[in-house]
Structures are given as structure tokens and as C-alpha cells.
């Protein structure tokens, strides 16, 4: 069983899954984790990720900026604070509409978690 922990951001890689929009795993199989994986993405003004899917349950949270959550084909405009849920096996985007940076807390409910995409 592993340890609890603290982990910094500045300790942890980061990865540009597209054009203006990184990813940093925070939590996960790398910290000792064994059922949750937790980070932080980030998407610089007018970037988006790619539609998408995953095996898991997934939490995702709003912590800076303004933005669009595609869900299953629904767009939703959210704010800081603002939350999804998002089943496994639905499809879903996320846009920064805005002209900051548009960032969100997200978790899985696994540390194996696939991201198959759509388009």
C-alpha cells in the first residue's frame, strides 16, 4: 500500500495534448495510487482539445477562465466552480472561449484509464 503524499505541480511533467492545451497528472499510478487519477489541464485562449472518450467515470471541475463543455453533444457554457460528470464511453470536448486561460480539475475513477478519439 503506498504512502500519502504531497505532490507539487512543479514536480510533476506536463503534456501538450494539442495546440495550446497541456495536461499535468498530478495523481495517479506514478504518486502510488491505486483507483483514482486526478490533474489539471489547461487551454490558452481560443485552443481546444480533441472529442473524445474514456473507460471510466470521469469528475471535471472549473477553476479559471470561460469555456464550452461539449457532452454527449450538448454544449454547455461554464464558469469557475462548475462541474460535470461525465460517463464512460460518452463522447466530450472542451473549448476556452474566452480570452484567458481557461483551466479544469479532473479526476477518474481508475489510475488505467484510456482516451480513445473521435475526430
Given at each position: 500500500?503506498?504512502?500519502?503524499?504531497?505532490?507539487?505541480?512543479?514536480?510533476?511533467?506536463?503534456?501538450?495534448?494539442?495546440?495550446?492545451?497541456?495536461?499535468?497528472?498530478?495523481?495517479?499510478?506514478?504518486?502510488?495510487a491505486?483507483?483514482?487519477?486526478?490533474?489539471?489541464?489547461?487551454?490558452?485562449?481560443?485552443?481546444?482539445?480533441?472529442?473524445?472518450?474514456?473507460n471510466?467515470?470521469?469528475?471535471?471541475?472549473?477553476?479559471?477562465?470561460?469555456?464550452?463543455?461539449?457532452?454527449?453533444?450538448?454544449?454547455?457554457?461554464?464558469?469557475?466552480?462548475?462541474?460535470?460528470?461525465?460517463?464512460?464511453?460518452?463522447?466530450?470536448?472542451?473549448?476556452?472561449?474566452?480570452?484567458?486561460?481557461?483551466?479544469?480539475?479532473?479526476?477518474?475513477?481508475?489510475?488505467?484509464?484510456?482516451?480513445?478519439?473521435?475526430?
Amino acid at each position: 500500500m503506498a504512502s500519502p503524499k504531497l505532490i507539487r505541480q512543479d514536480s510533476v511533467k506536463q503534456l501538450e495534448r494539442a495546440p495550446g492545451v497541456t495536461v499535468t497528472t498530478m495523481v495517479g499510478e506514478d504518486s502510488g495510487a491505486s483507483e483514482i487519477s486526478s490533474g489539471i489541464t489547461s487551454f490558452a485562449p481560443s485552443s481546444s482539445n480533441t472529442t473524445h472518450f474514456h473507460n471510466a467515470e470521469e469528475s471535471v471541475i472549473v477553476i479559471e477562465g470561460e469555456g464550452v463543455m461539449v457532452i454527449g453533444g450538448e454544449e454547455h457554457h461554464v464558469k469557475p466552480n462548475d462541474a460535470a460528470f461525465i460517463t464512460p464511453g460518452t463522447h466530450h470536448r472542451i473549448i476556452n472561449t474566452g480570452e484567458k486561460p481557461f483551466r479544469i480539475a479532473w479526476s477518474y475513477a481508475t489510475i488505467h484509464v484510456s482516451r480513445t478519439l473521435v475526430d
